[in-house]
């Protein structure tokens, strides 16, 4: 808990640093999740948002995306901190959350409820959400796959917004792209995630400039 507390602050200072740096044409953008997005034990710049900023400028856009993973952080937690971790200039998030509410058992419904409030909350200040979605670990049931794996479909429908099926594609169970514990991304891990995340960005970049 108090090392969730120190990245929280460190956090803050980071976001308003981001944004001071970047001009009033840049595109600004946020990585909202849990240790996914945080780039757990990954070395300064190997993360995902980091990485996909330097892959989409290579691209020729004007863009940076702020990294406000923490590690940890349920849906729940995610919707307690939302109004504070995301600045008011934001034109995007990529909302990542709700692989720990999986782990943790943490009831779909509920899961959906918070989701579901970010979404809303996010629109109503005028900034996009890019939703990355998640599966219930197979040793949860049946049960809990059924009632878990349709919320991210259905919350992108009901509010309009792109969707990513499985934030993880192509890294689950692949030994030479995650880290020792068999769960998070390595450098190489989180390289295949942009790559196969960024013909969403670039369909999204580009339905903002037409």
């Not at 980091?50 to 691209?59: C, P, T, Y």
Request: glycine content about 12%.
């Amino acid at each position: 808990m108090f090392k969730s507390l120190i990245r929280i602050f460190l956090l803050a200072g980071a976001l308003v640093g981001c944004v001071s740096g970047a001009s009033a044409d840049t595109l600004k953008g946020v990585g909202f999740g849990d240790s996914l997005m945080a780039g757990y034990q990954l070395a300064p710049g190997e993360g995902f948002p980091e990485q996909l900023e330097e892959a989409l400028k290579a691209q020729g856009h004007d863009i940076v995306i702020a990294n406000a993973g923490v590690s940890g952080d349920t849906t729940s937690g995610g919707l307690a901190r939302l109004d504070w971790s995301v600045p008011d200039d934001t034109d995007f998030v990529i909302l990542e959350l709700g692989a720990n509410d999986a782990l943790r058992g943490v009831s779909p419904d509920l899961t959906r409820e918070n989701l579901d409030a970010m979404i809303s909350g996010l629109k109503a200040r005028g900034i996009d959400v890019i939703l990355a979605g998640m599966l219930a670990p197979p040793n949860m049931g049946d049960d809990y796959a059924a009632a878990f794996n349709p919320i991210y479909p259905d919350l992108a429908e009901k509010h309009d917004v792109t969707l990513y099926p499985f934030f993880l594609d192509g890294v689950t169970a692949q030994e030479d792209k995650l880290l020792a514990d068999g769960m998070h991304p390595n450098a190489v891990g989180v390289a295949e995630m942009v790559e196969r995340f960024l013909p969403l960005m670039e369909d999204y970049l580009a339905g903002r400039e037409s």
